[in-house]
C-alpha cells in the first residue's frame, strides 16, 4: 500500500488584535511566493501587520523543518488567508455622563506552506513561465523609420 508523503504544514494565528482588511493587504503581497522572497517583502514594508505575520511565516517555516525534514529554500507560500475574529466591545466615558463605545476588532491568519521538493507541478508550472516567444514584432520604431529612410531622408 502506498501512502502519500504530506507536502502542506500551516501556522494559524488567532484574535490578532487588527483588522482584517489591514492584514489582507500584507498578505495579498506574500501569497504563492517562495519563503526567503517573504521574508523580505515583509521585513522591508512599513505596515504594523507585517510583524504578526512575519511570526506566522517563521512558525510555519518551524513547522515543516520539524515535521517534515523539508528545507527552507523549498518552501513556497500556497494558501494565505485572513478572516475576521471576535469584536472586543468596550464602553468610554463622555461629557454629561454619556457613554461611547469602542470597537477593538481581531483577526485570524491562516498562512499554509508546501514543499516543491516533494510536488513536481510546481516544476512544470516554473518551465512553462520561463518559455519566451520567438516571434518579434513587425512594427517600426521610431529608429528604424529614420535609419531606413522611410519617412525621412538623410541628406
Known amino acids: 500500500m502506498l501512502k502519500k508523503k504530506k507536502?502542506?504544514?500551516?501556522?494559524?494565528?488567532?484574535?490578532?488584535?487588527?483588522?482584517?482588511?489591514?492584514?489582507?493587504?500584507?498578505?495579498?503581497?506574500?501569497?504563492g511566493r517562495s519563503y526567503?522572497?517573504?521574508?523580505?517583502?515583509?521585513?522591508?514594508?512599513?505596515?504594523?501587520?507585517?510583524?504578526?505575520?512575519?511570526?506566522?511565516?517563521?512558525?510555519?517555516?518551524?513547522?515543516?523543518?520539524?515535521?517534515?525534514?523539508?528545507?527552507?529554500?523549498?518552501?513556497?507560500?500556497?494558501?494565505?488567508?485572513?478572516?475576521?475574529?471576535?469584536?472586543?466591545k468596550k464602553l468610554k466615558p463622555?461629557?454629561?455622563g454619556r457613554s461611547f463605545p469602542i470597537k477593538r476588532s481581531t483577526c485570524h491568519i491562516t498562512i499554509v506552506m508546501k514543499d516543491i521538493s516533494l510536488n513536481d507541478e510546481y516544476v512544470k508550472m516554473n518551465s512553462l513561465k520561463k518559455t519566451r516567444w520567438k516571434k518579434k514584432s513587425t512594427a517600426m520604431t521610431y529608429h528604424d523609420m529614420y535609419n531606413s529612410g522611410g519617412l525621412w531622408d538623410k541628406k
Open 7 to 31: 507536502t502542506e504544514v500551516y501556522a494559524l494565528g488567532e484574535h490578532i488584535s487588527m483588522s482584517a482588511d489591514k492584514a489582507r493587504r500584507v498578505i495579498d503581497q506574500i501569497r
Open 36 to 88: 526567503e522572497e517573504t521574508l523580505m517583502i515583509l521585513e522591508l514594508m512599513p505596515y504594523r501587520a507585517c510583524y504578526p505575520i512575519l511570526k506566522l511565516v517563521y512558525s510555519a517555516a518551524a513547522n515543516a523543518s520539524y515535521n517534515m525534514g523539508s528545507s527552507e529554500a523549498n518552501l513556497v507560500i500556497s494558501k494565505a488567508e485572513v478572516n475576521g475574529g471576535t469584536t472586543v
Open 94 to 96: 463622555r461629557a454629561r
